[in-house]
């Protein structure tokens, strides 16, 4: 089940220390959107304002809130439905966390992620089903006990969405992943996902064939 939820959370200070010390164009962009964030200038700052940030924009959180359960409601696709066909589903409920943010953080544990506010739905919908997948396939890998260490893990993770999204749900207009993957990757992603999809080959077979 997906719980879409606007309380403050340690998750949204951490996207935000992120993008604060890794991406600087990033951070500048934000804070031109969001001028309260020019008043961090240390790690040690971000969660006294992004506090503040919450609160001043709380009913923008709380109707962005709404109107994405209301979009769940009404998506065409049972997503989580169609995913427990393919992958064992997560034990927990996964969470939407609706905040002011610039990064779409997860939780893989907690089995969390952010969302932002004023998303129309084609975006929503981009965003929520890229992160449901995730945890979809994060709890099979477990589950699998496949020997994978964690950068490749997380690559494939990322490399699947576009062709998964292709093969479940073809109507929607996909364009949320921002990674720039090498063209036989992305050839190989979509081939292999292809056939897990058919049944054809199981998922052991599946992320071997995608460490290649």
Do not use: G
Not at 32 to 46: A, G, L, R
Not at 151 to 173: G, R, T, V
């Amino acid at each position: 089940m997906l719980k879409i939820i606007d309380n403050f959370s340690k998750q949204y200070v951490e996207a935000l220390a992120i993008v604060f010390t890794e991406s600087n164009k990033t951070w500048e962009l934000f804070c031109q959107n969001i001028p309260m964030f020019t008043e961090i200038n240390c790690e040690k700052d971000i969660e006294l304002v992004a506090r503040r940030v919450h609160k001043k924009y709380k009913n923008t959180i709380s109707l962005s809130k709404k109107e994405y359960e209301q979009w769940w409601t009404e998506e065409k696709y049972d997503v989580m439905k169609t995913l427990s066909n393919y992958f064992t589903s997560p034990k927990k409920n996964i969470l939407a966390r609706v905040c002011i943010t610039p990064l779409f953080v997860r939780n893989i544990k907690e089995c969390s992620f952010l969302l932002p506010t004023n998303a129309n739905k084609q975006r929503f919908y981009n965003i929520a089903t890229h992160e449901i997948i995730h945890f979809y396939y994060y709890t099979e890998l477990e589950k699998s006990k496949i020997c994978i260490d964690e950068d490749k893990a997380w690559y494939i993770s990322e490399l699947i969405i576009e062709p998964i999204i292709k093969y479940l749900f073809p109507d929607y207009i996909y364009n949320h992943n921002s990674y720039d993957f090498d063209p036989s990757d992305r050839l190989l992603a979509d081939k292999t996902v292809k056939l897990f999809i058919e049944k054809k080959i199981d998922f052991t077979e599946f992320v071997r064939r995608m460490m290649k």
